[in-house]
């Protein structure tokens, strides 16, 4: 690496595409105002992204290295993380930036979920594990929804104003996927606390040395004197409760260390700065916790926390891809090899950048066009989340009603998560093909990227997990409604005439690949009525999901186009030519070409796995576990 580049940082944000997608593609400033929004405004969006990009390509992108190459220590239930990540929390918190998050009524500043999860995509691309420690206030803004006043007061107010740690803790060595087999028991002590019992695994932030406390969410089993599952077997025997690291008095005070204690910090392939803990409760002493709400409903109040998880483990991975894509495209520009493939025969013609290869643009379009239509698919979701936001407050103008915003918000997200996290994980791998050799050592930041994003499909449900909620869950619970209405969205563009004339083929590959999804909908909605059709479903969930996702991003990216060519267009006016600066007719011939690119290259395969899926048979189950 060279000198200038080290102190340019590993972490290449894209500001010009977080502010095309915001203000000029779903306009979420038109938000702005209004309702819990009423604060912000559009100079202030622009400068709390400025502020953040710094702060992400500066302490935040500063951890990154040391926070893969010191290991986190454990000492007594205690886990000390690298020092620059507590810088970077240090920065965070000092600079109020937890607030973008939180409501009106916690101190927030009134920002609409699409801007910040824009700033959580730029520090998740400076330092994804520094951005994941800073989860508290943003659970205690979830768990506000929940909890009683008392309870309030006790817990969630210190969690923003103390900036305590959270944790959202489910798993156990034999409960992952399979949460409703959690074994851990919590039984009344009749003061109004419980003491839980038993073991949780890889449990995020589960301790760590910024804060002066931490909150732990946890499922958790409520049984009786008897030791009998007061509400029975599976997730809805679970209730949720709030296990504190130190116990916290009435009066706000902290006391004693409480029975919730990290036993182990995994040693992981990536994101090692992140520490991912074994939780053992009520081991040596009680580990006392609250009931959230005073109700037994445990799954569906994690839910809120999950979903928010999920929309930040594909905004990570969303903000991976761009930066290692253009970690490539410097690269790229910068490194010399070989002719040009048309003067490939003259021994003494000059030597080019890879940028000018055939096989190199090949790659660097892929990229490109997934970094950028995965930003889409993630505002997109985000600018549902504001609607949603404003319907809620009942300040909303929108057509589409809450309920059908809150249901198109669901059907997104396991594209978000799914998609985004596999699409991520292979694609940092062409990155890192690109840097050649160089890609594989560590003075260059994809390697690392790799394995960072790798957990991506994994927590928060894996890929198989997001394709069977998104057909038995999202699609099948409303019949396939909130689908319908997207999938005519789709339609809507594919038959009209965006693009003045000149994205005609992309449209039509679009009414194709539309044709396709709807053909494996249907195949797959007629499979549930044949005998071991539900297996021949099951063997196709994860493909749809890709599938679905593909034809979502192909229609935001021509969206998108269309955008960029109402631009170009109305430069060409003389009165107006002037106004657009080089870089932005670039970004926008840039944008035209991403969504010709995945079009004409990603689209079409959607017709092959029609055909595999449609032609799914059973003998993948009906084969013997001996012959795999
Ligand atoms: C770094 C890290 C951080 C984490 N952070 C947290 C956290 O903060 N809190 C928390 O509670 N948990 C956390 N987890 C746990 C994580 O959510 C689980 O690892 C994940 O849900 C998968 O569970 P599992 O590892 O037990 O895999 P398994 O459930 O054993 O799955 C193994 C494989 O089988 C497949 N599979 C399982 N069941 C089915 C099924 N019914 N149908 C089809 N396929 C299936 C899966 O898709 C997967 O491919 C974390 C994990 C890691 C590694």
Excluded at 204 to 211: A, K, L, R, Y
Excluded at 304 to 310: C, F, G, L, Q
Excluded at 417 to 441: N, R
């Amino acid at each position: 690496m060279t000198s200038a580049e080290e102190q340019m940082g590993h972490y290449r944000s894209n500001l010009r595409d977080v502010e095309f997608n915001l203000f000029e593609l779903f306009a979420t400033h038109d938000h702005y105002g209004r309702g819990p929004f009423a604060p912000m405004d559009l100079g202030t969006a622009r400068q709390v992204l400025r502020e953040v990009e710094r702060l992400a390509s500066g302490e935040f992108a500063d951890a990154f290295v040391e926070g893969d190459r010191v290991p986190l220590t454990l000492s007594n239930g205690e886990v000390t993380v690298p020092a620059g990540i507590n810088r970077a929390l240090d920065a965070y918190f000092g600079g109020e930036w937890h607030r973008l998050q939180l409501p009106d009524h916690l101190g927030g500043y009134g920002a609409p979920p699409s801007l910040s999860w824009a700033c959580s995509a730029m520090l998740a691309g400076g330092n994804a594990a520094a951005l994941m420690y800073t989860a508290g206030p943003f659970f205690a803004t979830i768990a506000d929804r929940l909890v009683t006043d008392e309870q309030r007061q006790r817990w969630v107010v210190p969690m923003v104003e103390r900036h305590w740690g959270g944790t959202m803790v489910l798993t156990e060595p034999d409960a992952g996927s399979d949460v409703g087999a959690g074994r851990t028991t919590a039984i009344d002590a009749g003061d109004g606390t419980w003491h839980l019992a038993g073991l949780k695994r890889f449990i995020t932030n589960g301790d760590f040395d910024w804060p002066e406390n931490i909150v732990h969410l946890v499922l958790a089993r409520p049984v009786g004197p008897d030791g009998l599952a007061l509400n029975g077997p599976g997730t809805k025997g679970l209730s949720l409760y709030i296990v504190p690291k130190y116990w916290v008095d009435a009066d706000g005070s902290l006391q004693g260390r409480n029975g919730a204690v990290v036993t182990k910090v995994e040693d992981k392939m990536g994101l090692k700065a992140s520490s991912t803990c074994e939780l053992t409760l009520g081991e040596h002493r009680p580990a006392r916790g609250v009931l959230v709400g005073d109700v037994h409903d445990g799954i569906r109040q994690m839910f809120r926390v999950i979903e928010y998880a999920r929309m930040l483990v594909g905004t990570k991975a969303m903000e991976t891809l761009s930066t290692g894509y253009l970690n490539a495209l410097d690269y790229a520009r910068q490194r010399v090899q070989g002719a040009d493939l048309a003067s490939a025969a003259d021994k003494t013609a000059p030597r080019v950048a890879i940028i000018r290869h055939p096989d190199v643009r090949r790659m660097l379009l892929e990229q490109k066009a997934h970094a950028e239509g995965l930003r889409a698919l993630i505002f997109f979701t985000a600018s549902i989340q504001d609607r949603i936001r404003l319907a809620e407050a009942d300040v909303g103008d929108d057509d589409t009603g809450l309920q059908e915003l809150a249901k198109l918000n669901d059907l997104l997200l396991p594209l978000v998560k799914g998609y985004a996290s596999e699409k991520s994980y292979e694609l940092l791998a062409q990155s890192l093909q690109v840097l050649g050799g160089s890609g594989y050592c560590r003075d260059y930041p994809v390697e690392q990227y790799l394995r960072d994003a790798k957990i991506d499909t994994l927590y928060e449900g894996t890929t198989g997990i997001q394709g069977m909620d998104l057909f038995f869950r999202k699609i099948g619970r409303d019949q396939g409604a909130a689908l319908a209405g997207l999938l005519a969205q789709i339609q809507d563009l594919a038959k009209g005439d965006a693009g003045n004339g000149e994205l005609a083929r992309e449209r039509a590959l679009l009414a194709d690949a539309l044709g396709e999804v709807q053909q494996m909908l249907a195949a797959m909605v007629g499979n549930l009525s044949e005998e071991g059709g539900l297996y021949r479903v099951g063997l196709n969930t994860t493909p749809f999901l890709m599938s679905l996702s593909e034809l979502v991003v192909g229609w935001l990216l021509l969206r998108s186009a269309e955008v960029a060519l109402d631009a170009l267009k109305r430069a060409q006016d003389p009165a107006d030519a002037a106004a657009l600066p080089d870089a932005d007719r670039a970004f926008y011939e840039g944008k035209v070409a991403a969504a010709r690119w995945f079009a004409a290259t990603v689209l079409p395969h959607l017709a092959a796995r029609r055909a595999v899926l449609v032609a799914t048979d059973l003998a993948a189950m009906a084969l013997d576990d001996a012959a795999f």
